[in-house]
Protein backbone atom coordinates (compact mmCIF):
# COMPACT_ATOMS: atom_id res chain seq x y z
CA UNK A 1 0.00 0.00 0.00
CA UNK A 2 1.00 3.41 -1.01
CA UNK A 3 2.38 5.46 2.07
CA UNK A 4 0.73 8.75 2.46
CA UNK A 5 1.78 12.13 4.07
CA UNK A 6 0.33 13.10 7.14
CA UNK A 7 -2.85 14.44 7.80
CA UNK A 8 -2.07 17.56 8.99
CA UNK A 9 0.03 18.42 5.51
CA UNK A 10 -2.99 17.71 3.76
CA UNK A 11 -5.28 20.07 5.70
CA UNK A 12 -3.00 22.99 5.35
CA UNK A 13 -2.71 21.73 1.43
CA UNK A 14 -6.63 22.08 0.90
CA UNK A 15 -7.39 25.07 2.65
CA UNK A 16 -4.63 26.84 1.33
CA UNK A 17 -5.85 25.43 -2.18
CA UNK A 18 -9.08 26.64 -1.32
CA UNK A 19 -8.34 30.26 -0.66
CA UNK A 20 -5.15 30.67 -2.71
CA UNK A 21 -3.72 31.90 0.68
CA UNK A 22 -1.51 30.62 3.39
CA UNK A 23 -2.55 33.13 5.95
CA UNK A 24 -6.05 31.92 5.49
CA UNK A 25 -4.92 27.84 5.77
CA UNK A 26 -3.15 29.55 9.17
CA UNK A 27 -6.24 30.70 10.06
CA UNK A 28 -8.35 27.85 9.55
CA UNK A 29 -6.35 25.42 11.15
CA UNK A 30 -5.22 27.86 14.12
CA UNK A 31 -1.73 27.39 13.75
CA UNK A 32 1.17 30.00 11.98
CA UNK A 33 1.80 31.09 8.80
CA UNK A 34 5.42 29.58 9.37
CA UNK A 35 3.29 26.23 10.43
CA UNK A 36 1.28 26.13 7.00
CA UNK A 37 4.70 26.77 4.70
CA UNK A 38 6.41 24.03 6.86
CA UNK A 39 3.66 21.52 5.94
CA UNK A 40 3.41 22.00 2.36
CA UNK A 41 6.54 22.17 1.68
CA UNK A 42 6.88 18.74 3.69
CA UNK A 43 4.19 17.81 1.27
CA UNK A 44 5.74 18.82 -1.75
CA UNK A 45 9.27 16.86 -0.52
CA UNK A 46 7.07 13.95 -0.30
CA UNK A 47 5.39 14.18 -3.82
CA UNK A 48 8.32 15.42 -5.23
CA UNK A 49 6.17 18.32 -6.79
CA UNK A 50 5.61 21.65 -6.64
CA UNK A 51 2.28 22.23 -5.34
CA UNK A 52 2.28 26.23 -5.46
CA UNK A 53 4.07 29.28 -7.45
CA UNK A 54 4.78 31.59 -4.85
CA UNK A 55 4.74 35.09 -5.57
CA UNK A 56 5.53 38.57 -3.86
CA UNK A 57 1.63 38.66 -2.03
CA UNK A 58 0.32 35.76 -3.17
CA UNK A 59 0.35 32.12 -4.06
CA UNK A 60 -1.13 30.31 -7.26
CA UNK A 61 -1.78 26.44 -7.96
CA UNK A 62 0.73 24.89 -9.93
CA UNK A 63 -1.15 22.20 -12.87
CA UNK A 64 0.00 19.01 -10.82
CA UNK A 65 -1.28 21.65 -7.53
CA UNK A 66 -4.44 21.93 -9.26
CA UNK A 67 -4.88 17.99 -9.84
CA UNK A 68 -4.56 17.18 -6.57
CA UNK A 69 -6.62 19.62 -4.95
CA UNK A 70 -9.34 18.20 -6.59
CA UNK A 71 -8.35 14.60 -5.15
CA UNK A 72 -7.80 15.95 -1.67
CA UNK A 73 -11.19 18.39 -1.72
CA UNK A 74 -13.02 15.49 -2.42
CA UNK A 75 -11.49 12.83 -0.46
CA UNK A 76 -11.99 15.38 2.60
CA UNK A 77 -16.37 15.98 1.98
CA UNK A 78 -16.21 11.81 1.56
CA UNK A 79 -14.69 11.72 5.36
CA UNK A 80 -17.04 14.66 6.45
CA UNK A 81 -19.89 13.11 4.89
CA UNK A 82 -19.44 9.74 6.29
CA UNK A 83 -18.40 10.57 10.06
CA UNK A 84 -21.68 13.17 10.11
CA UNK A 85 -23.79 10.12 9.34
CA UNK A 86 -22.40 9.17 12.83
CA UNK A 87 -23.52 12.46 14.59
CA UNK A 88 -26.58 13.56 16.09
CA UNK A 89 -28.49 16.59 14.20
CA UNK A 90 -25.52 16.98 11.64
CA UNK A 91 -27.28 16.57 8.50
CA UNK A 92 -24.98 17.91 5.94
CA UNK A 93 -27.99 19.18 4.06
CA UNK A 94 -29.58 21.14 6.81
CA UNK A 95 -27.80 24.24 8.25
CA UNK A 96 -28.91 25.80 11.45
CA UNK A 97 -28.04 29.29 12.60
CA UNK A 98 -28.82 30.97 15.86
CA UNK A 99 -28.60 35.04 15.89
CA UNK A 100 -30.10 38.22 17.99
CA UNK A 101 -33.50 38.37 16.17
CA UNK A 102 -32.43 42.39 15.29
CA UNK A 103 -29.22 41.01 13.43
CA UNK A 104 -31.38 38.86 11.52
CA UNK A 105 -34.18 41.05 10.90
CA UNK A 106 -32.32 44.35 9.75
CA UNK A 107 -28.59 42.59 8.23
CA UNK A 108 -29.45 39.12 7.73
CA UNK A 109 -32.47 38.33 6.45
CA UNK A 110 -32.41 41.48 3.04
CA UNK A 111 -28.95 39.34 1.98
CA UNK A 112 -29.93 35.34 2.59
CA UNK A 113 -30.84 34.94 -0.74
CA UNK A 114 -27.68 35.43 -1.80
CA UNK A 115 -26.65 32.37 0.24
CA UNK A 116 -29.84 29.96 -1.09
CA UNK A 117 -28.36 31.05 -4.64
CA UNK A 118 -24.77 30.12 -4.23
CA UNK A 119 -25.42 26.66 -2.14
CA UNK A 120 -28.77 25.48 -3.12
CA UNK A 121 -28.38 22.25 -1.80
CA UNK A 122 -28.33 23.87 1.79
CA UNK A 123 -31.43 23.82 3.93
CA UNK A 124 -30.67 26.99 5.93
CA UNK A 125 -32.62 27.73 9.16
CA UNK A 126 -32.42 30.56 11.04
CA UNK A 127 -33.11 30.90 14.95
CA UNK A 128 -33.31 34.32 16.63
CA UNK A 129 -32.51 34.05 19.71
CA UNK A 130 -30.97 36.60 22.52
CA UNK A 131 -29.39 34.10 24.41
CA UNK A 132 -26.34 31.48 23.16
CA UNK A 133 -28.06 28.31 22.45
CA UNK A 134 -26.70 24.94 23.44
CA UNK A 135 -24.98 23.48 20.42
CA UNK A 136 -25.57 20.06 21.81
CA UNK A 137 -29.17 19.93 22.46
CA UNK A 138 -30.51 22.64 20.22
CA UNK A 139 -28.99 21.25 17.04
CA UNK A 140 -27.64 24.54 16.02
CA UNK A 141 -24.64 24.42 13.82
CA UNK A 142 -23.75 28.09 14.52
CA UNK A 143 -24.21 30.97 16.30
CA UNK A 144 -23.87 34.75 15.53
CA UNK A 145 -23.66 36.46 18.65
CA UNK A 146 -22.80 40.30 19.89
CA UNK A 147 -19.98 40.82 22.56
CA UNK A 148 -16.41 40.84 23.08
CA UNK A 149 -15.40 37.63 21.41
CA UNK A 150 -15.19 35.38 25.03
CA UNK A 151 -17.12 32.44 25.22
CA UNK A 152 -15.86 29.31 27.06
CA UNK A 153 -15.53 26.09 25.10
CA UNK A 154 -16.20 27.88 22.03
CA UNK A 155 -14.78 29.36 19.26
CA UNK A 156 -15.35 32.39 18.18
CA UNK A 157 -14.23 34.13 15.28
CA UNK A 158 -14.54 38.17 14.66
CA UNK A 159 -17.51 38.72 11.87
CA UNK A 160 -17.87 42.87 11.72
CA UNK A 161 -16.97 45.46 13.90
CA UNK A 162 -19.60 48.01 14.97
CA UNK A 163 -20.22 51.34 15.23
CA UNK A 164 -22.99 53.90 16.85
CA UNK A 165 -24.15 56.31 14.52
CA UNK A 166 -27.43 59.02 15.52
CA UNK A 167 -30.10 58.41 13.08
CA UNK A 168 -33.80 59.66 12.81
CA UNK A 169 -36.56 60.02 10.16
CA UNK A 170 -36.42 62.72 7.71
CA UNK A 171 -39.80 64.07 8.49
CA UNK A 172 -38.28 64.69 12.39
CA UNK A 173 -35.98 68.06 11.46
CA UNK A 174 -37.08 68.76 7.77
CA UNK A 175 -34.43 70.71 5.83
CA UNK A 176 -32.90 72.35 9.17
CA UNK A 177 -29.22 71.99 9.41
CA UNK A 178 -28.95 70.30 12.73
CA UNK A 179 -26.23 71.36 14.63
CA UNK A 180 -24.59 69.46 17.98
CA UNK A 181 -26.21 72.08 20.27
CA UNK A 182 -29.62 71.29 18.97
CA UNK A 183 -29.78 67.57 19.69
CA UNK A 184 -31.03 68.75 23.17
CA UNK A 185 -34.21 69.97 21.93
CA UNK A 186 -35.04 66.91 19.52
CA UNK A 187 -37.17 64.02 20.94
CA UNK A 188 -34.69 61.09 22.03
CA UNK A 189 -35.62 57.37 21.85
CA UNK A 190 -32.77 55.76 23.99
CA UNK A 191 -32.09 52.04 23.83
CA UNK A 192 -30.87 50.83 27.23
CA UNK A 193 -30.17 47.02 26.42
CA UNK A 194 -26.69 45.33 27.97
CA UNK A 195 -25.15 45.66 24.57
CA UNK A 196 -25.91 49.49 24.85
CA UNK A 197 -25.19 49.88 28.34
CA UNK A 198 -22.90 52.70 28.83
CA UNK A 199 -23.23 54.04 25.39
CA UNK A 200 -25.70 56.90 26.26
CA UNK A 201 -22.93 58.53 28.67
CA UNK A 202 -20.27 57.93 26.15
CA UNK A 203 -21.77 59.61 23.48
CA UNK A 204 -22.67 62.82 25.26
CA UNK A 205 -18.99 62.88 26.77
CA UNK A 206 -18.15 62.42 22.67
CA UNK A 207 -19.73 65.37 21.94
CA UNK A 208 -19.40 67.80 25.24
CA UNK A 209 -23.66 67.95 25.27
CA UNK A 210 -25.90 67.01 28.31
CA UNK A 211 -29.02 65.65 27.15
CA UNK A 212 -31.92 66.04 29.81
CA UNK A 213 -34.12 63.49 30.45
CA UNK A 214 -36.89 65.57 29.61
CA UNK A 215 -35.64 64.86 25.59
CA UNK A 216 -35.98 60.95 26.38
CA UNK A 217 -39.61 60.32 25.03
CA UNK A 218 -39.19 56.43 24.87
CA UNK A 219 -36.90 53.90 26.53
CA UNK A 220 -36.78 50.50 24.94
CA UNK A 221 -34.28 47.11 25.86
CA UNK A 222 -34.25 45.73 22.71
CA UNK A 223 -33.20 47.01 19.17
CA UNK A 224 -35.61 45.93 16.85
CA UNK A 225 -37.98 47.79 18.16
CA UNK A 226 -35.68 50.49 18.62
CA UNK A 227 -34.77 51.03 15.01
CA UNK A 228 -39.13 50.89 14.72
CA UNK A 229 -39.69 53.84 16.32
CA UNK A 230 -37.18 55.36 14.56
CA UNK A 231 -39.01 54.69 11.25
CA UNK A 232 -41.82 55.89 12.37
CA UNK A 233 -40.60 59.49 12.99
CA UNK A 234 -41.27 58.87 17.00
CA UNK A 235 -37.69 60.49 17.57
CA UNK A 236 -33.79 60.45 16.97
CA UNK A 237 -31.72 57.64 18.86
CA UNK A 238 -28.34 56.36 18.98
CA UNK A 239 -28.24 52.84 17.16
CA UNK A 240 -25.85 50.48 15.63
CA UNK A 241 -24.68 51.27 11.94
CA UNK A 242 -25.12 47.68 11.17
CA UNK A 243 -28.66 48.00 11.41
CA UNK A 244 -29.59 50.94 9.78
CA UNK A 245 -26.90 50.96 6.74
CA UNK A 246 -29.82 49.51 4.06
CA UNK A 247 -31.94 52.38 5.58
CA UNK A 248 -29.42 54.83 5.28
CA UNK A 249 -28.67 53.67 1.39
CA UNK A 250 -32.25 53.60 0.83
CA UNK A 251 -32.82 57.50 2.24
CA UNK A 252 -35.26 55.76 4.67
CA UNK A 253 -33.68 57.10 7.36
CA UNK A 254 -30.89 59.55 7.66
CA UNK A 255 -27.69 61.28 9.84
CA UNK A 256 -28.63 64.74 11.02
CA UNK A 257 -25.28 64.69 12.57
CA UNK A 258 -21.75 63.20 11.51
CA UNK A 259 -20.62 61.16 13.63
CA UNK A 260 -19.59 58.08 15.27
CA UNK A 261 -17.94 56.14 17.89
CA UNK A 262 -16.63 52.28 18.27
CA UNK A 263 -19.58 50.17 19.90
CA UNK A 264 -18.15 48.34 23.50
CA UNK A 265 -19.70 45.20 21.22
CA UNK A 266 -18.50 43.08 18.05
CA UNK A 267 -20.65 40.57 16.17
CA UNK A 268 -18.96 36.91 16.50
CA UNK A 269 -19.58 33.47 14.97
CA UNK A 270 -19.66 31.18 17.52
CA UNK A 271 -19.42 27.47 17.43
CA UNK A 272 -17.51 24.25 18.46
CA UNK A 273 -14.14 23.97 16.71
CA UNK A 274 -15.32 20.89 15.02
CA UNK A 275 -18.62 22.93 13.77
CA UNK A 276 -16.21 24.72 11.95
CA UNK A 277 -15.05 22.03 10.08
CA UNK A 278 -17.80 21.08 8.27
CA UNK A 279 -18.76 22.03 4.75
CA UNK A 280 -21.89 23.36 5.66
CA UNK A 281 -21.04 25.45 8.34
CA UNK A 282 -17.52 26.55 6.23
CA UNK A 283 -20.18 27.32 3.04
CA UNK A 284 -21.68 29.88 5.73
CA UNK A 285 -18.79 31.20 7.14
CA UNK A 286 -16.86 31.71 3.87
CA UNK A 287 -20.36 33.70 2.60
CA UNK A 288 -20.86 35.97 5.34
CA UNK A 289 -17.62 37.08 5.81
CA UNK A 290 -17.40 38.29 2.46
CA UNK A 291 -20.30 41.04 3.13
Not at 28 to 42: D, E, L, Q, Y
Not at 148 to 174: D, F, Q
Not at 199 to 213: H, Y
Amino acid sequence: MQALPPLRALQAFRYAARDLSFKAAAEAMNISNAAVSSHIRGLEEFLGIKLFVRLTREVKLTPEGSRLSGFIETGFQEIERGIATFAPNSDPTNLKVSTLPSFANRWLMPRISRFQEKYPQIKLSIMPSFSLVDFQGDGVDLAVRFGKGNYPGLESRLLMEESLVVVCHEALVGDRKIEISDLAGLPWLVDESIDMQGSWTEFQKALGIDIPDTAIKLVVNEATAQVEAVLAGRGISLVRYTLVADMLEAGLLIRPINFSMPAEYHYYLVAPEAKFRTEKVRAFVSWISSG
